[in-house]
């Protein structure tokens, strides 16, 4: 069964700092990863999207991931956080033709000024 | 601008009544599903469907019911069966899965408030 652990539900940076969200997950095929934002009282909107074309997966508002099958990973990356960056942010995994999404907890992160 | 809408935004159940949830979608795709989001729950399924006249149960399906008879269409009624409704739904759709990874695309949800 595949699943989703996101480590911790909050996470505070400063402005300009390094952002970093974790997510492991548990699949027994090869998965597809995705990381999701979601604004206050808004769905949610595709950050981006591993589908093992390329390891490290880059995508929108300057985040990316890298896949790390050895550790099962797919932490999501900043280098500079920006106030407009703060929100919830979900980890989801599914399987190739599949119709189902497994999502994580959340993490919501707090960009201090 | 093709997208899914939800409506309304806020919507107020009455103890022992039954309300409906608006998801309507002009992407054209196949599936559909309703999340229902809790605080620190993250996101969990409650029905989807990947054809018209078909869905199938999700992860917390009792006290919940749906119906897929346009492919544009997929509401949802949260019954009186269904005795802590108050929570923030999502409707999502995601065209097929095959080779471009079941992304989906969210509406901006209702918020459900029992009086």
């Known amino acids: 069964a595949q699943s989703v652990t996101q480590l911790g539900s909050h996470v505070s940076v400063s402005e300009g700092a390094l952002v970093l969200l974790r997510c492991n997950y548990s699949?027994?095929?090869?998965?597809?990863l995705f990381w999701y934002v979601q604004y206050p009282n808004q769905g949610l909107q595709l950050l981006l999207k591993?589908?093992?074309?390329?390891?490290l997966v880059k995508g929108i508002n300057g985040f990316e991931a890298e896949f790390k099958k050895s550790e099962t990973s797919f932490h999501l990356t900043k280098p500079s956080a920006h106030m407009s960056d703060a929100a919830e942010y979900f980890c989801?995994?599914?399987?190739?033709?599949?119709?189902?999404?497994?999502f994580g907890a959340g993490t919501r992160l707090f960009v201090k000024a | 601008d093709g997208g899914i809408t939800q409506s309304p935004k806020y919507l107020f159940r009455k103890e022992g009544q039954n309300v409906t949830l608006s998801c309507e979608q002009n992407?054209?795709?196949?599936?559909m599903y309703w999340y229902r989001q809790d605080p620190g729950q993250g996101l969990r399924l409650i029905y989807y469907?990947?054809?018209?006249?078909?869905?199938q149960k999700g992860d917390i399906a009792e006290g919940y019911s749906v119906s897929r008879e346009k492919k544009e269409s997929f509401p949802l009624t949260v019954t009186s069966a269904q005795k802590n409704p108050t929570a923030f739904y999502l409707c999502?759709?995601?065209?097929?899965?095959?080779?471009?990874?079941?992304?989906?695309?969210f509406g901006a949800g209702t918020r459900l408030s029992v009086l």
């Open positions: 591993y589908t093992s074309a390329a390891t």
């Open positions: 699949s027994s095929v090869p998965p597809y």
């Open positions: 469907s990947q054809i018209v006249n078909d869905f």
């Open positions: 992407l054209n795709h196949d599936a």
């Open positions: 989801a995994v599914s399987e190739s033709g599949g119709f189902k999404t497994i």
């Open positions: 999502a759709s995601s065209p097929p899965g095959t080779g471009i990874g079941n992304i989906q695309y």
